[in-house]
């Protein structure tokens, strides 16, 4: 199993900032996934982080706007720049294990 | 396009009823197929998973989930409902790279 710390926790920032939230794994793994779950609706993957390499990213989400970082086996950053309320999200990190995935409790953000 | 569907956005039971919250997917090859459970203001728990093997696949708080191949379908079930039982299950397929279904909430009356 893997456990999996966020932060931070919440947050609420203003538009046109940026944030950035950390994620550390207890294990290391090879690949650690970032996800979006906003208000009311399902778990959206944004980008698949492998250590040493770029990001991958999923469709709809581009680098400029969510820059990750994968510096080690245990760690990962997602930035969330230049913020509109339409981040208003819940960002989950995600790591593989044992054909499981394991998730961090979530960062709550909100943009005013 | 990879997809996992849930077809209805909300399940009601009333308490002590047996419970089905259905899945269907579309993935390509033989997709790991799991559910999770989301509770308000709490992150995603783990019910249960189907790798390989028998097509009933049983997990946490008594719920299990059938797997059907010809039908795509990967429903989760549980004999007999609890009112703890109510939150949000996504159903999730793949492998490698994970899709999940829309949620299905579930509520329990007593």
């Known amino acids: 199993s893997a456990v999996i710390s966020q932060k931070p926790s919440r947050d609420i920032c203003q538009r046109g900032t940026s944030l950035t939230i950390q994620c550390q794994v207890d294990?290391?793994?090879?690949?650690m996934f970032w996800y979006r779950q906003q208000p009311g609706q399902s778990l959206t993957l944004i980008a698949t982080?492998?250590?040493?390499?770029?990001?991958?990213?999923e469709s709809g989400f581009v680098i400029d706007k969510f820059p990750i970082s994968r510096p080690n086996l245990t760690f990962s950053t997602l930035t969330v720049s230049n913020m509109s309320p339409e981040d208003s999200s819940i960002y989950l990190c995600?790591?593989?294990?044992?054909?499981?995935?394991?998730f961090g409790p979530g960062t709550r953000l909100t943009v005013t | 396009a990879q997809s996992v569907a849930q077809p209805e956005d909300q399940v009601n039971v009333a308490e002590g009823n047996p419970l089905t919250v259905k899945c269907t997917y579309s993935?390509?090859?033989?997709?790991?197929l799991f559910w999770y459970v989301q509770y308000p203001n709490r992150g995603l728990q783990f019910l249960l998973k189907?790798?390989?093997?028998?097509?009933l696949v049983k997990g946490s708080y008594g719920f299990e989930a059938e797997f059907n191949k010809s039908q795509t379908s990967f429903h989760l079930k549980k004999p007999s409902a609890l009112v703890s039982d109510s939150a949000l299950y996504f159903c999730?397929?793949?492998?490698?790279?994970?899709?999940f279904g829309s949620g299905t909430k579930l509520n329990v009356k007593p």
């Open positions: 995600s790591v593989e294990g044992g054909s499981e995935q394991y």
């Open positions: 294990s290391q793994v090879t690949m």
């Open positions: 982080a492998n250590q040493g390499s770029e990001a991958t990213y």
């Open positions: 993935v390509s090859g033989n997709p790991y």
């Open positions: 189907y790798i390989t093997g028998d097509n």
């Open positions: 999730v397929a793949g492998i490698n790279k994970f899709y």
